[in-house]
């Protein structure tokens, strides 16, 4: 697998898109999209309800194919790779609603998203126990996510905002090189949501990252690059600052908040 | 780095007191033959091949949340390779005929799985039934195996190593008692293993959860069609052990009923467990006998005894023993 930081610069490409678009019978849910996202960079996707954020992340993650485009991964045509092969060349995602392993304790989730990428025949015919590396990227995975001491505790009796740390531990565990983070902080009140805030931060640094996020005012605060949907296009791309400050966004979008 | 310890597989016994339950389950069924009469015997041997393709079944059910109404095809094939494979008035060995049985119906299974598990839920179930009953009409409206009549299997029909089970006539029945015996045995302990490995995790994970198993790199695909494919080689053992058996084969050993029957007995044992459908398989039987005893309206007493176990027992007669879920994951953190 190698350690990517040792042969590339610190913020280098690492996926983009070129003229990805979708539509679904007569509904075009994405227009001519091309982004980039690079590493130590967080880029957070804003848009009103229905400028497809979601489609663009399922998209991105292999749930849907595009009608036309490509996507990118250092510089590969990952376009026809289906959710699981994506996954494993490096590009993972999180859920919207949370979607883990209730029956599972923390620990057994997170494990579980880690062998995955061991995942030839030989080595699934391995006892499910014994390797020590698979615990170490499994207790790492929990320790970067805070949950080390709820590692035990079946994932149902967790709180909400737990099972949400949870979900980002088990996309983290897969080694991906891009996270995608479907709303995050959907449904957290606001201590949680500061606890998350700083962890997007820091996954930040050795991820490249894409973020979907209502609320704004945290958007603002976390946020490298923005870019804004609005009907499945791009309307603008560029620093919180500048995005801010666009007129058309503005006109479309922000509204009175800035 | 903290050690944790880990848990086994929900399907296994937890407590030691279940794993001793087993062992002398099976010490019992060891000794049976010598205490009964060669009726009751034989009635055993019937129930321990249902228990082995229930127990194939419960590889689908209630390991990977795969509910097949063609799993019964391929235990039918089976047996049906065994008649198509034996020379007239030859008894092939075992060790030809077993392999052979296995292999059929292994591949049978991974055809239908290549197609079938690309649905889901109440599509898969249709989708098996429909090739299942393919394979019922193979044998049912052609003369390849006696048509609707079936056909006769030559005797002795087990030998090994060049040389026949050489017992009086009297004690014939007790070849088949141990030998399948044997092949229960060494099923479930495979299994068992089987459900310990990173493969069985993995099919827990889709048990609950398919879509997040994708999302997180696991080609739960190929891991269905695995366990779909050993299944129905597992089936093929039982169907196998069936004409050895019985001497006959008939089409209705192919058709839909032998899957509803594995699941009825996979409920009656318990979903939750890997013996539960053994238990399950001993105790339709048993209860069959029973009721056909006692009136004439055999399936109905059969069908109001299993409303009243899915009723009062949500976890089968495997979940007797245990008193509830939660003492049972609680017990092994300590």
């Known amino acids: 697998m190698g350690d990517p930081a040792a042969t590339t610069p610190a913020n280098a490409l690492v996926l983009c898109t070129e003229g990805l678009s979708k539509s679904f019978g007569g509904l075009q849910a994405t227009r001519d999209v091309s982004l980039s996202l690079h590493r130590n960079e967080l880029h957070a996707v804003i848009g009103p309800n229905g400028a497809g954020k979601s489609t663009l992340v399922n998209l991105l993650a292999g749930e849907f194919t595009p009608s036309a485009g490509r996507i990118l991964l250092e510089g590969r045509d990952i376009t026809s790779l289906n959710v699981w092969q994506r996954t494993r060349a490096g590009v993972a995602r999180s859920f919207q609603r949370t979607n883990i392993f209730l029956p599972l304790t923390v620990h057994e989730n997170v494990r579980l998203a880690a062998q995955a990428r061991t ?56 080694d991906p090189k891009v996270l995608l983070l479907d709303e995050p902080l959907a449904g957290m009140g606001q201590e949680e949501g500061e606890r998350i805030s700083a962890l997007l931060k820091s996954l930040a640094r050795d991820h490249a990252v894409l973020l979907i996020e209502h609320d704004m005012d945290f958007v603002f605060k976390v946020a490298d690059v923005m870019t804004v949907l609005v009907e499945g296009a791009v309307l603008a791309s560029g620093t919180p600052q500048s995005v801010r400050e666009s007129a058309a966004v503005q006109a479309a979008y922000l509204g009175g908040h800035a | 780095m903290i050690e944790v310890p880990l848990r086994t597989t929900r399907l296994l016994p937890h407590t030691l007191l279940g794993r001793i339950g087993l062992v002398v389950l099976a010490a019992a069924i060891t000794v049976l033959p010598w205490l ?11 129930a321990m091949i249902a228990a082995m393709l229930a127990l194939s079944m419960q590889l689908l059910v209630g390991a990977t949340g795969l509910v097949s109404l063609g799993h019964g095809a391929f235990y039918g094939l089976a047996a049906y390779v065994v008649y198509l494979i034996s020379p007239e008035n030859v008894a092939l060995p ?10 059929v119906a292994g ?6 799985g290549l197609f079938s598990l690309r649905t889901t839920g109440f599509f898969f179930l249709m989708v098996t039934l429909a090739f299942g009953q393919m394979i019922f009409f193979v044998f049912h409206d ?74 997180i790199g696991f080609d739960t695909f190929k891991i269905k069609l695995i366990a779909f494919t050993l299944a129905g080689a597992l089936a093929g053992a039982a169907g196998h052990m069936w004409a050895l058996h019985r001497g006959f084969v008939n089409p209705e050993i192919v058709g839909w009923h032998q899957s509803a029957e594995a699941l009825l007995m996979i409920l009656l044992g318990g979903l939750g467990s890997l013996h539960g459908p053994i238990l399950g398989a001993l105790a339709l039987t048993g209860l069959g006998e029973v009721a056909q005893l006692l009136t004439e309206r055999k399936l109905l007493v059969e069908g109001l005894v299993i409303l009243a176990v899915v009723i009062l027992l949500p976890r089968g007669l495997a979940g007797l023993g245990s008193r509830n879920t939660s003492n049972g994951a609680g017990d092994r953190h300590g």
């Open chain 1, 119 to 174: 995942g030839t025949l030989a080595s699934l015919l391995s006892r499910a126990a014994n390797s020590r590396t698979l615990f170490e990227i499994t207790d790492l995975a929990i320790e970067r996510v805070g949950l080390t001491q709820s590692r035990l505790r079946p994932s149902g009796e967790l709180s909400h905002g737990e099972q949400r740390q949870l979900e980002i531990a088990m996309t983290l565990a897969t």
């Open chain 2, 107 to 112: 591949a049978a299974a991974c055809v239908v």
């Open chain 2, 36 to 46: 009964v009469p060669s009726y009751y015997a034989e009635l055993v041997t019937s």
């Open chain 2, 94 to 103: 075992i060790w030809i005929t077993l392999p052979v049985a296995m292999l």
């Open chain 2, 142 to 215: 052609t003369k390849l195996g006696g048509g609707t009549d079936g056909a006769y299997l030559t005797k002795p029909l087990i030998s090994a190593f060049g040389a026949t089970l050489d017992l009086p006539r009297k004690q014939k029945y007790l070849g088949t008692y141990y030998v399948a015996l044997v092949q229960l045995v060494a099923m479930y302990l495979g299994l068992a293993m089987l459900l310990q490995t990173l493969f069985g995790r993995a099919l827990e994970g889709i048990r609950v959860n398919e879509h997040r198993m994708r999302a």
